[in-house]
Every structure is written in C-alpha cells, then in structure tokens.
C-alpha cells in the first residue's frame, strides 16, 4: 500500500504530505482588497484541486490590513508579525498599497520570507533612482531579496498616460492635481515631466489634502482659465481624488479626465457621480483579454466569483502573484526531496523563477524584484453598457452606476524600444 | 479707537483692496470664484450656528456637532432610497421626496442630539470644564464609528434630485443647485434670528446663556432650555447635511471632522456665541477658502484660513462681532 501511495505522490498527486499556508496582506475592506484576494483565493482553490503543490494542501488565510476604513501600515506590519510567527507559512501575496510594502519589507526581509505585490506601483520599493527618500537596499537591511511584483512602476504609468493624453487625445494643455499623498505626487511628478518633455504645458499643479478639502471648484476654475484641455490627478480613490470629476461638472466643464491606477476603481465611478464618462486611467498591466488564453481563467473566474464587483483591476495579477509563489514553494519541496522547505528554500527558488506563464503574460523577475513586463493599460469609462457588457467587463465598474464600466483601450509596452 | 482696533481694520481694508482689484481686471474669474465662496460659506453658516449656540449657553465645544451634521447626510440618503426618486433630473417625486426628507431628518437629527446631551453632557455639567470636553470628543468617535459601520469606509453615494438647470451671466456660471444652497441656508439662517429674539423660548435662552443662575431664579428650566439649544442646534445640522449632500452628492463618515473644525473655526471668527457673527464667520471663511484656492494656491488655503482667525483673535480677541457668553 505504502508503496503504491508513493508513485502516486511522484505523479505530482495522490498522498497528502501536510499543509503548507500561505497568507495574503490586502486592504479587504475595500472593493480593489477584496477583488485582488479573490483572485489568490480562486488560484489556491484550483491548485488545491488539481492536488495541491508537490502533493501539499496549500492553506490561504487572508489578512486585513484596513484600519478606519483605509490601508494602514501598522496593521500591515502586525499582520506580517502574525505569518511569521507560525512558521507554516512560506510566504505571502500582498500587501496591495506601497506605503504598506516600505513598512513590510523590513520584517520580512531578515525571515527570508517572501512577499509576492500584485499592484505595489511605487518606482522606490525596487529601484534606487533619484527623488526616493530611502534605498531599496536598506529596506532589505542587508539580506537577500524577498520582493517581488507582477506590476510595473509608476514612472511608466505617468508619462504613459502623458504620452496618450498629449498624442491620442490631443490636450496640449493640462491641469494636474495631486492628493499630496507619497503615490500621489510621484505619480503626478513622472506624468508632469513626460508631458512637458512632448511640449506639452501644464496650466497649474495644485495639490489638497483630503482632511482639508472637499470643494475643488475654484482649483478646477483655475486650470480651467489658464487654458487646460484636461486633467490629470494623481492620487488615489480612498483620498478622494474622484470627486473633482464631478465638480467639473459644476463649473460647466466638459474635459477628460486622467489619472493612475488609483483611479480604476468601482469607487472613483462613484465619487464621479453622474460624470463618469471619459475618465482615463492607466493600469500598471496587460489587460487579460489582450492575453492569450487569458479569457479562459477569467470566465472560470467569474463561474466561482459572480457579484458585480468580484473581478477589479488586480484580480488576475494576484492570481499570477499566487501562482508564482506556489511555483516557487513547489520548486522549493522538489530541491528538498519532497519534504517541507524552509523559508529560505523558497525564497532561493522564487529568485530563480524565469519566463513564468502567468494570465497576464509570460515573464521574468529582475534581481530587484520587478517584472520584466512593462506594458501600462490605457483604461476610458464608458456609461450606459448593457448588464452583459458590463459583467463582462475586464475593468471594473461603478456600484450605484452598474452601467459604467473602465473599458480597455490601449497599452503601452516600455520593454520594447519605440 | 485703540490700536488694536486699527490692525484689524488694516486688515480687513488690504484684503478688501487686493479682491476688489482682482474684481475690475478679472471680473468674471472673480465673480465665478465668488459664488463657489458663498454656497461653502452657507453650508459652514449653517454648521458653525450650532457650535455657537451650545457654547453661548453652556461653553462646552461640542466636538459631535460636526458628526451630528454628517449622521443627518446618511439618514437623509438613506431616506430618499425609498423614494421613487429620479436622479439627474427633476421630478414632482423628487420635490415630494425633499419636502418629506428635510423635516423628518431634522427632527431625527434634533432627538439624537437631545439624547446625546442627556447622556454624555448633562451628566457633567458641573464636572470640571475638562470632563465634557472629553465625552464630546468620545461622542463625536462614537458617531463616526456608528456610521463606519452602517454604511463602510468609502464614500457614500447621495442622490443627485435637484434640478439640473444652470446659466451663464456674463461669463459666470451658476445652476439652481448654487441658489438652492444659498437661499436654504439664508432662509433657516433667518427663521433662527426671529425664533431667538421673538419667542419665549428663544428669550429664555438667551437668559440662560447671559446668567444660567438668575435665569432660574426668575423660573426657567434650565434644563428644558439647554434641551432646546441642542435640538435646535442639530436641526440646522440635519439641514445643513442634507443640503451639502444635495449639492456634492458624496459623503463620507469622517466629512463631519473637517467641516466641524471648519465650522468650529467660523463660530470663534465671528465671535463665540454669537449667533449673527457665527453665520457671517461662516460665509467669510468660505469665501477666503474659495479666493485663497484660486488666487494664492491650494496648499496655502489652510495656511490663509487658519491665518486669518489668527490675525482676527489678536486684534480682536472677541471674534468680529463679539462674544457673547455667561458672565462671570
């Protein structure tokens, strides 16, 4: 019997050898959290049907890291604390905000223990270039790199949408508003530099903090009589940063409106509130339907995860996230014959991991940590989709106006030489 | 005049000059910018009225009273979801449904503040100055978290019901929304004015705020009195919430911290306790929030703000129109 039950487990099947867990850091209480755990969610459950990894269950716990409603750091950090502290978990995907990833990667560095984003757009996190405040090596202190993500950074997602604004849409002249957060003004800073490098101007930069400000009329009336053609925000939802949107409504301007990865929320459709349309956002990613075979994962999705607001912008690049952590664990238990790894192991193996097969491409990691896909999305709302168009939607859409969904529109690839 | 007094009219004189100059090369900038400031301004009036009535009668800074402003814009959304309302456009349902809204949530909103004076401040009332501050601080998180969890950490949607018309006059632009705010709040800023200086209640309270001891000497119920402040209080609130919701259709669960602050700030502009200045601190306050974002520059709104109530207290420690709190 005993014997029979091991040829079975060489199948890659068959005897279950244990659990292996691996957590997940996301702000959940928000509808991008949540969306981006169902897809780790949804990519353990297939693995575990298929036989788990190398004969293991793999275990997912998801960790909240909101605190009054919003990302926190601390609470990220004390999740962390927790994974690492129950020595069955090998790793982790997340967390979902930058801010929370400069606070992590200092614990889990020293523990080997290896943090997979699938949306950290933050240049700093991996790159030591100029305007960081720290060095991504000192966030490491010293140890091997446990970082990796399956997005690229934000000084593509800038100058991408600079690049589509000023050729495709034709604004030479811009507003940009910026919700003075760290994303928030390296975003609107590498979109600022693009756009004047075209030739294009910018009419102001201004820049509010959401504690202090809810009417943005007279910010907005401002670019509006230096002569802007449209605006750029850089910023993210849960600041606010949608509002604006409909205030131009109030003042009686009708401009697109552009903004980065913080803006492809279900929650920016609704701040809009009745001027959804035209809202431009970019998305540091493929879109899967520009991905072959993509479409079949997403439909097998939404088969298991059918409300409206299950799918979001980071749905399939957690599933990636989660799939290339369970590669690397899977490849970590064969180098160690078929037993638990450690922490090391894995980490050692995920450093090795080349032209991973993901759903939104095939890639590699860099020794920093970063993808070597470097394609931004170009995303527009468009209102008055039929309930199918909109269930179907690869980008995500509104709550009150279900109708109004991010529709993919172009991408930019920085990995080819243009 | 002492010299104080003549730093504050310099003051007032420059800011005065350098929009009137804004005014005659850029009139319709300037215009537009104006009518961004009052329709603020109104909704600040309207919040800052209840801050200084409760300090006038009993000087506890009710930290709440911006909550409570928040709490009336959720009941108000959640009310009008049961109307058969049409959004973008308006309807007789949606005049129906406004008509119906205002009052209900006013009075709702007049209940939780008695009972939140009943519990977290009566108690105290002659605890050390200290002791309400604090349960006004723990009232106003505890009606944040109540909305937290009611309605979750993002923004909350309110339905867009007002008509949609809108005008350009000489290059400005306005709709019915803007005149809908000033005129609500104008209209409530009144009712107040003549229901203080008319009425027999209002005439007790005014009693009660200038001297709580003899006003009971001479029979009224204090307690009954100071009841009234609150529930009057939060019925501009309740109004004030509905109406901010009306005109920005988004709310979230901690609006009611800035606007309070805001709101507090106006209230000490004009002059504690006093009801007319805390109405014109309201509009000042809108108007430099407005003129400062479009002239100066976002960033330095705050700065400009808080600035302003600065140079106000130093050379006018009562506020613009006076203090009027208990005598000593």
Known sequence: MVAFACGGGGGGGGANKGTIKIGSDLPVCTTGGQSTANGIKFAVDQKNKAGGVEGFTIAYQSFDDCRQGAYNADAGVANVRQMLDDSKYLGMVGPYNSAVAKAEIPIAAPKNFVMVSPSNTNPCLTKDIAGCSYHPQDLRAGNPNNYWRVVTTDDYQGPAMADYMYKQLNIKTVGILDDSTVFGVGIAGSFEQEFKKLGGTVAAHSEYKKEQTSDWKSILLNFKSKGAQGVYVGGTDDQNICIPRKQMKDIGWTAPFGGGDGIETTDCIEQASGNESEIYATSAGADATQVSGAKATIDAFRAQFSGANDFGGYTMQAYDAANALMTAIGNAIKANNGNMPTRLQVRDQFAKIQGFKGVIGTYDFDQNGDTSLKIVSIYVVKTGLSADDAKNSTGVCGKKAANACFVWKTQFDFAKPS | ?328
Not at chain 2, 80 to 107: D, H, Y
Not at chain 2, 271 to 280: C, E, F, S, T, Y
């Open chain 2, 1 to 328: 005049m002492s010299l104080p007094d003549y730093g504050f009219y310099i003051l007032c004189g420059t800011a005065v000059i350098l929009l009137a100059a804004q005014a005659v090369t850029h009139p319709t900038q300037f215009f537009q910018v104006f009518i961004f400031g009052l329709t603020q301004g109104a909704i600040y009036a309207l919040v800052a009225l209840g801050y200084t009535m409760v300090y006038g009668i009993i000087e506890l800074i009710n930290f709440a009273h911006g909550d409570v402003f928040t709490l009336g814009a959720y009941i108000g959304t959640t009310l009008l979801g049961f109307f058969a309302i049409t959004e973008g456009t308006f309807t007789a349902i949606n005049l129906i449904a406004l008509i119906i809204v205002f009052p209900v949530v006013m009075l709702i909103m007049g209940g939780i503040n008695i009972t939140i004076e009943r519990v977290a401040y009566r108690p105290l009332r002659n605890a050390p100055r200290l002791a309400p501050l604090i349960t006004a601080i723990g009232m106003s998180f505890f009606l944040e978290g109540v909305m937290f969890l009611w309605r979750g950490p993002a923004t909350v949607h309110f339905p867009d019901i007002l008509p949609t018309q809108s005008w350009y006059v000489a290059g400005v632009f306005f709709g019915v929304r803007d005149i809908f705010v000033v005129v609500v709040g104008a209209v409530l800023v009144s009712l107040l004015a003549v229901f203080i200086n008319q009425t027999k209640l209002g005439k007790a309270m005014r009693a009660t705020a200038q001297d709580r001891d003899a006003a009971q000497l001479m029979g009224i119920d204090i307690n009954r009195t100071i009841a009234a402040t609150f529930f009057i209080g939060a019925l501009l609130a309740g109004a004030g919430g509905i109406i901010w919701g009306l005109y920005y259709n988004t709310i979230y669960y901690q609006l009611g911290f800035r606007s309070g602050l805001i709101a507090f700030t106006a209230a000490v502009f004009g002059g504690i306790g006093n009801i007319p200045g805390a109405a014109i601190g309201g509009l000042v306050i809108g108007l430099t929030a407005a003129f400062s974002d479009s002239y100066i520059g976002s960033k330095w709104t705050q700065v400009v703000i808080f600035g302003i109530l600065i140079g106000v207290l130093v050379f006018r420690p009562t506020g613009l129109l006076g203090m009027r709190v208990p005598e000593k």
